[in-house]
């Protein structure tokens, strides 16, 4: 069994990887998986360059309900894509940073920002169970498909309900279990790179988000099952929290 250190190197590795062979700098927006792309509006895509990529399992801008002037913190950020959705949001007397441990991620998601012109965004190369920022500065805490890679997810929402303001929302994208995964599929590495079996069953999932202080937690999604049904154990969720 791989130490948490190997298991987030094996995870940089392979998210370093697949930006590459997915960036199509020329192309129009979005690189990526057909279903993470079906998570968004055709709309919200089409103003993105093909450097944009997009990696999550959800869509937590278009439930987080930011307002203007609020400052926005994405845990995981990627290539940026839900950075510059919630950047046109919150507006120029807003702020989003995007926190990132894969170097190639947060350089591709600066040199996107850039490309778009958005002052308002900043990417950050940090671990997010030990986020480089100061307490309660920020009042929404959003990640797509992330905190399932993480091996400490307890420490992982400890520090987003550090760093969030009184009031501050939590609005995550993850893909959450149906029961507990075996031994050979916790050592199957693609199956953690492709955001299954670092997850958590459903239950234990919410259990871990309160456990950080968080109030008003709520998971919803639709686990698999009834007619063709594949035997899948694992679904997307949106998982939603306060701190009061
Ligand atoms: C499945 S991708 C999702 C990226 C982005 N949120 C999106 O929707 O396209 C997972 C991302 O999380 C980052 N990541 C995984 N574990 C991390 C950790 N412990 N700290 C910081 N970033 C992490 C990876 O480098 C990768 O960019």
């Known amino acids: 069994m791989k130490s948490p250190i190997e298991l987030k190197v094996v995870v940089s590795q392979s998210y370093a990887d697949r930006l590459r062979e997915a960036v199509e700098d020329d192309a129009a927006c979005c690189a990526g998986d057909a279903e993470s792309l079906a998570a968004y509006p055709t709309e919200a895509l089409e103003k993105l360059p093909g450097s944009v990529v997009t990696f999550g399992c959800g869509n937590p801008v278009a439930l987080a309900g930011m307002r203007p002037g609020e400052t926005v913190l994405d845990l995981g950020s990627g290539a940026g894509l839900d950075c510059f959705l919630a950047a046109e949001q919150v507006g120029e007397t807003g702020a989003v940073i995007g926190v990132d441990f894969t170097q190639d991620m947060i350089e591709k998601a600066t040199e996107n920002a850039a490309k778009l012109g958005l002052g308002n965004v900043t990417f950050k190369h940090g671990d997010i169970e030990a986020l480089p920022l100061e307490d309660a500065i920020v009042d929404v805490v959003m990640s ?35 029961r507990p995964v075996t031994e050979a599929e916790m050592d199957d590495m693609a199956l953690l790179s492709g955001c299954i079996s670092g997850s958590l069953p459903d239950t234990e999932y919410a259990d871990t988000v309160r456990r950080a202080g968080f109030a008003e937690v709520a998971l919803e999604g639709s686990p698999p099952g009834g007619e063709g049904w594949d035997g899948q154990f694992w679904y997307s969720a949106t998982i939603s929290g306060v701190k009061r």
Do not use: H, Q, W, Y
Request: proline share 6%; net charge positive; charged share 25%.
């Open 144 to 178: 797509n498909c992330v905190i399932n890679l993480a091996p400490d997810k307890d420490a992982v929402f400890r520090e987003a309900f550090r760093v969030l303001r009184p009031g501050g929302r939590l609005v995550v994208s993850d893909m959450v279990l149906t």
